[in-house]
């Protein structure tokens, strides 16, 4: 794994900054915001500069029941290929659930959410985790997620949930720090016990971001400037180990250049005085810091399915819908040692063992209820924290109203100072059902159904919108006293 050094993460509003700011080494980029046939002038004179570019994905759901799509999958590897990527990274977190293993109707979470870290959802993983790394051109690393809510029926800590991946999977970490220092404070984790339990060795970059508290609950922004909390547990992994890269993100409220600069500055300087302090934990002989992908791991992609760039918004961690997924495969793991069981991993290309297949459907249920709790308003699952859920699910509609306000920059306008209020009554039980551009759509059809706004002529700006967008026109009065009455029988 080559040396990446000092980076940001790139983003179209800070592009012009990019480019400007002195020892920039590399760069990462959402993955689902390119298009690799029509990547952005900006990137492109990056790379001709020698600049990396990693491309970091947001919509896999590695860590949810399903099998990884394999469109998704295929985008992600053309992507890499596209920027002749080192590596790329995505999370260790589910982003949808429903479908076809509950015999449900599927949820989109729009946005990362935490895995209960249990025996059924590491074999769940591990097995994604392999499949992915089949159909990927370059090794792949998964980042910990920030999280304001926790499993009530936790098994394994954060460091041991993800020393065992490594171990089972090979697979590279991308450790966040400010997520170590959000999750410290959400959930009453220590980030020094958990960097005790990783393999250093398997860190291929770690990111730094900024975020802020509110009444007792820490909100991983990457809006604000990064804390003193976070360069500290930055400073306690760099005595332990050299970071191959560093990475400051950035995605919302973007400072002038001079100020991005000054937060650059911060992070070389907490490496340089950690450098200094206590000696580091060596790696094992023969150990990069990016393991290389094991045999027969690496295949061609097949197919590229390039995803329309327009639904993909230019924010952080922003998943969106897909379609069913069709890839099987993985390559050979080790034993499930932690768990207390042996490996059940299948051949490449095979079903998978009726364990793995249970685990599926047992993890698919769980996460289910709990999204469906989020984001449809069904009662809270047994041993949840229902204030820390409802906190989470607040999250999760401003989210959303905050990328269809990207997506579609028209709706804030034209509905007004009542945009937020009246997509938080949209969103509070209609889960999204698609992608952001559907999100958008489904709103105003919300609204038109409701007679809203007040203003006719507002209505009718909207009604034209949908039209363009939808390519139907929107119900009119007698189909929505049509859909009313047949609601109610």
Not at 1 to 27: C, F, S, T
Not at 59 to 73: H, V
Not at 184 to 194: C, I, L, Q, Y
Not at 272 to 285: M, Y
Request: glycine share 10%; with cysteine.
């Amino acid at each position: 794994m080559k040396h990446l050094g000092i980076g940001i993460g790139w983003r179209p509003q800070i592009a012009e900054a990019v480019e400007g700011l002195a020892g920039i080494d590399w760069v990462e980029a959402v993955a689902e915001n390119l298009c690799p046939g029509h990547l952005p002038d900006a990137l492109v004179r990056l790379r001709e500069r020698g600049v990396t570019v990693v491309p970091h994905g947001v919509s896999l759901g590695l860590g949810g029941a399903d099998r990884p799509d394999a469109g998704r999958l295929a985008d992600l590897a053309a992507r890499a290929e596209a920027l002749d990527a080192p590596l790329v990274t995505e999370h260790i977190a589910f982003v949808r659930a429903g479908g076809a293993l509950t015999a449900s109707p599927p949820l989109e979470a729009g946005h990362l959410l935490p895995v209960p870290r249990t025996r059924d959802a590491l074999r769940v993983l591990c097995e994604n985790v392999r499949i992915a790394q089949d159909a990927l051109p370059v090794p792949l690393a998964l980042e910990n997620i920030a999280a304001l809510i926790g499993w009530p029926e936790d098994e394994l800590t954060e460091g041991q949930f993800l020393a065992e991946l490594v171990e089972r999977t090979g697979v590279g970490l991308l450790i966040d720090v400010a997520n170590l220092h959000t999750n410290h404070v959400n959930r009453g984790e220590d980030p020094s016990r958990t960097l005790d339990a990783l393999p250093l060795e398997a860190i291929a970059y770690v990111h730094v971001a900024g975020g802020v508290e509110r009444d007792g609950v820490w909100h991983d922004t990457h809006a604000h400037p990064v804390t003193r909390p976070v360069l500290d547990v930055l400073a306690d992994l760099a005595t332990r180990v050299t970071p191959p890269g560093v990475l400051l993100e950035r995605d919302e409220a973007f400072p002038p250049a001079a100020e991005l600069a000054g937060e650059l500055d911060a992070i070389r300087a907490t490496l340089d005085t950690a450098g200094l302090r206590a000696p580091r934990r060596p790696a094992p002989a023969g150990k990069s810091p990016l393991p290389d992908r094991p045999p027969g791991v690496g295949a061609a992609p097949g197919p590229t399915h390039i995803a329309d760039p327009r639904d993909a918004p230019g924010t952080r961690n922003t998943p969106t819908g897909g379609t069913p997924n069709t890839l099987a495969g993985g390559t050979p793991g080790t034993p499930d040692t932690l768990a207390g069981g042996t490996s059940d991993t299948p051949t490449n290309g095979a079903p998978d063992t009726p364990d793995t297949a249970r685990a599926r459907e047992r993890l698919a249920l769980a996460q289910t209820a709990l999204l469906s709790s989020l984001t449809a308003g069904t009662p809270v699952p047994a041993g949840f924290d229902g204030r820390r859920l409802r906190v989470q699910a607040r999250a999760l509609v401003a989210k959303r109203a905050d990328v269809v306000a990207k997506v579609a920059p028209e709706l804030p306008r034209l509905v007004g100072d009542g945009y937020w209020e009246a997509f938080a009554s949209y969103a509070a039980s209609r889960p999204m059902r698609g992608g952001y551009r559907q999100d958008a759509l489904d709103f105003v059809r919300f609204l038109l159904d409701a007679g809203r706004p007040a203003d006719p002529d507002t209505r009718r700006a909207l009604a034209r919108w949908f039209k363009e967008r939808a390519g139907a026109r929107p119900p009119g009065r007698a189909a929505r006293l049509l859909r009313t009455l047949t609601r109610a029988a």
